[in-house]
């Protein structure tokens, strides 16, 4: 049984490269800005800007629920009927067909179907953490929509967002959701060791520094995945303020390394999907890089840490 599940695991995770994709993962990107913006519009503020994210779905990636009024209403990438989703709590819907189309036309949808939902919106007009930032009226630029590669993205965060889920249960401080941050397209988990840290001094393309103060503003371990810094995407761990030794510590698998570039390890997408265990691959280095932050820290890991199955005797 052991060895077809691991079988079946190893299946699930899907090959895609990053040159194949580029466009459609471009334009995507700039999809996911809007409908982030959106929730970002009416959402009330929470701590690292936690509100303004989206999450995996089991078709694709939702905004979840987001307060309007005395009701509420998503939005929701459909990734395997290709169908932008919006829904309110009075019943209303909206469908939006996903295929190929300039950011123009998506932003003048997205906006026209809130309108019609009496959920009138007005987001920032042009994208954070890239450059250029077109605005979003004018953005003829990206275009491109692949359906295939758009649902193998999505294949790839469902397992990614799986193993970051179960890494996320031995953590008993504070610690976030597993979400997709949509500037700069990754999905991340975030442990806080429950101290303050210096000022972040921002510098993110296009992005105010205020909202990296906001985002840095407790010592921290993040990890996630995002579609870039490998042939098929990477998965990434880093520390702020980033610990002295961070940078030389020894994790595994032997695939890893940091990268002075981006301050932070990698760990390529396809060094995870080739393994002969990949969940047991991956969270070996979600492991490792934790240790290595937490530790040349100095943070308090007896009270910060539990045992996710502390209570499976009782069932």
Same mark, same amino acid.
């Not at 809007?34 to 999450?55: D, E």
């Not at 809130?114 to 007005?122: K, Y």
């Not at 988990?189 to 303050?196: A, D, E, Q, V």
């Given at each position: 049984? &052991?060895?077809?599940?691991? !079988?079946?695991?190893?299946?699930? =995770? ?6 194949? =994709? ?11 800005? #809007? ?10 503020? #929470? ?18 629920? #987001?307060?309007? &009024?005395? &009701?509420?209403? /998503? #939005?929701?990438?459909? %990734? ?9 709590? /009075? $019943? *209303? ?10 950011? @123009? ?33 004018? /953005?003829?630029?990206?275009? @491109? ?27 008993? &401080? ?8 949509? $500037? ?11 101290? $303050? ?5 921002? *510098?993110?393309?296009?992005?105010? /520094?205020?909202?990296?103060?906001? *985002? ?7 990890? *996630? ?13 880093? +520390? ?16 890893? %390394? ?12 396809? !060094?995870?999907? @080739? +393994?002969?265990?990949?969940?047991? @691959? ?10 290595? +932050? +937490?530790?040349?820290?100095? =943070? ?10 502390? =209570?499976?005797?009782?069932?």
């Amino acid at each position: 049984m &052991g060895t077809t599940h691991t !079988a079946r695991t190893k299946a699930a =995770w899907p090959r895609l490269r990053v040159a194949d =994709w580029t466009d459609t993962r471009d334009t995507l990107h700039m999809w996911t800005q #809007i409908v982030g913006k959106v929730r970002l519009a009416h959402a009330p503020l #929470i701590n690292h800007w936690w509100q303004v994210t989206l999450y995996v779905s089991p078709r694709g990636l939702t905004t979840s629920a #987001i307060p309007h &009024g005395t &009701g509420a209403f /998503d #939005i929701e990438f459909d %990734f395997l009927d290709h169908v932008l989703h919006l829904r309110t709590s /009075d $019943g *209303g819907t909206r469908r939006i067909a996903l295929e190929s189309m300039p950011v @123009t036309d998506f932003h003048a949808r997205v906006l026209r179907a809130l309108e019609e939902l009496d959920v009138p919106t007005t987001i920032q007009g042009h994208p954070n953490e890239v450059e250029p930032a077109i605005p979003f009226a004018e /953005d003829y630029r990206h275009h @491109t929509y692949d359906p295939h590669a758009a649902q193998l993205f999505w294949r790839q965060l469902l397992q990614a967002n799986r193993v970051l889920g179960h890494f996320r249960t031995e953590f008993a &401080g504070k610690v976030s959701p597993v979400h997709f941050f949509w $500037g700069a397209m990754d999905l991340a988990c975030t442990r806080f060791s429950g101290r $303050g840290a210096p000022r972040h001094p921002g *510098g993110a393309p296009n992005c105010g /520094d205020w909202v990296m103060v906001e *985002g840095y503003s407790r010592e921290l371990s993040s990890c *996630g995945f995002w579609p870039g810094g490998g042939e098929e995407g990477a998965f990434y761990a880093y +520390a702020y303020p980033e610990p002295e030794g961070f940078a030389e510590s020894p994790v595994v698998p032997a695939e890893a %390394f940091y990268s002075a570039q981006n301050g932070q390890f990698l760990l390529p997408y396809e !060094a995870v999907r @080739t +393994a002969d265990d990949p969940d047991r @691959t991956l969270t070996r280095f979600l492991h490792s890089t934790y240790a290595a +932050a +937490a530790d040349r820290a100095g =943070w308090d890991r007896a009270s910060l840490e539990v045992d996710p199955e502390r =209570w499976n005797p009782v069932h």
